[in-house]
């Protein structure tokens, strides 16, 4: 394939672009440089464009575009709202009117599109509940409830046809990049498959900044000395997914577009449920530190549980995780801080 990447120089896209060199391909890289995430402006190279993906350009020679750059994380306030309708939404839409010939396009999304994940009340079935209320965190009463009935709920694996339901700026954002793609998929002939991503972690994770994940803020207060703090109770649900794994998802994904429908969904995780307690606990082991306090803390903007199906993906595509959650956080701390 002729690829170009976009966010190539970013924390996914670096093991990306490594992956797609490693199987044979031709590589482009689009990337801003954001000054919030990259401290340095790289030299020079053919194979590097450094640019915004709002500016209107012209690609020759691509036959494959993987767009991963991104504004990430769940924002800090709703100063962010903008900036993230702009980078993600705005940016989605000025690359589909670039793409010119080009017919198959990867596009990183996100969990964060389903809201709150799959849930099951004994008496109502699967029920969809709404955002939590303050006065219930306040309280400590982490876990929502049916809407229904009041009754606790089980959290289960939401598949690619769960209703979308995105809770935060960010996560509208990215849902809405879909549905770009999605329209210009029908309107061109094209091809595209949104790779919803789990909690990516692994080397290279941007550190010490409010948009990291909870894996490398973790790493980061255990590098410093200092004690992980767990929100909530800690029994949040998560899928711990490692970046190279990732990496393979995105390149199988691209070379079997042209096989694929105008649209495909994935959700790629490792497909095993991790608390948010236990990420942070073996972190500790594995820093060799005291465990992580748990201190009751909550974000608004935060989902109890996330964690879906990823069987799709490895019964069409073939692909299947080799990271275990042990395995992964090993390799995350002998890399060091890079
Ligand atoms: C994360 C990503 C999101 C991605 C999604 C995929 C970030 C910020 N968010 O969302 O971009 O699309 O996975 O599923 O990268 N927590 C603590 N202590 C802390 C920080 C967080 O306990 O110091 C908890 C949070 O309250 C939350 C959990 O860890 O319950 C996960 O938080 P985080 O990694 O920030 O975001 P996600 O919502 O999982």
């Known amino acids: 394939m002729k690829v170009l990447l976009t966010g190539g120089a970013g924390f996914i896209g670096r093991h990306v672009h490594h992956q797609l060199l490693a ?3 031709e590589v482009t890289v689009l990337d801003s440089f954001r000054p919030d995430v990259h401290a340095d402006r790289p030299e020079p190279r053919p194979d590097l464009i450094v640019g915004d993906v709002r500016d209107p350009r012209t690609f020759d020679g691509i036959d494959t575009v993987i767009h991963l750059a991104a504004k990430v994380g769940l924002g800090v306030s709703l100063d962010d ?29 996100s969990m964060v599109v ?55 700026a960010y996560a509208a954002s990215k849902l809405n ?54 929100f909530e109770d800690g029994r949040q649900r998560r899928d711990f997914v490692h970046v190279r794994d990732i990496a393979t998802a995105v390149t199988m994904a691209a070379s079997a577009l042209p096989r694929q429908p105008a649209f495909t969904a994935y959700n790629v995780g490792s497909g095993t449920v991790t608390t948010i307690g236990q990420i942070a606990a073996e972190l500790c082991r594995a820093y060799d530190a005291p465990p992580p306090i748990v201190t009751g803390d909550y974000r608004l903007g935060d989902v109890r549980h996330i964690t879906a199906s990823s069987d799709r993906i490895r019964h069409e595509l073939g692909w299947k995780p080799s990271y275990d959650l042990s395995a992964g956080v090993a390799d995350l701390v002998a890399s060091g801080t890079d």
């Open 114 to 168: 389903y809201g709150e994940g799959r849930y099951d009340c004994d008496d109502h079935g699967h029920v969809a509940p709404g955002p939590r209320r303050t006065e219930d965190l306040d309280a400590g009463r982490f876990e929502p409830p049916c809407p229904y009935c009041g009754a606790p709920l089980r959290p289960g694996l939401v598949t690619e046809d769960a209703v979308p339901d995105p809770r935060n």
């Open 23 to 25: 199987e044979g391909h």
């Open 177 to 230: 990049g879909e549905h770009l793609a999605a329209t210009w998929a029908r309107e061109t002939g094209g091809r595209v498959t949104a790779l919803r991503f789990h909690n990516v972690y692994g080397p290279g994770m941007p550190r010490n900044t409010p948009y990291a994940g909870v894996a490398a803020i973790f790493r980061s207060a255990l590098e410093r000395g200092e004690t992980p703090r767990v």
């Open 81 to 109: 709202i903008d900036d993230y309708v702009s980078s993600n939404s705005l940016g989605m839409a000025v690359l589909l009117k670039s793409l010119g010939s080009i017919r198959n396009l990867v596009y990183a999304s």
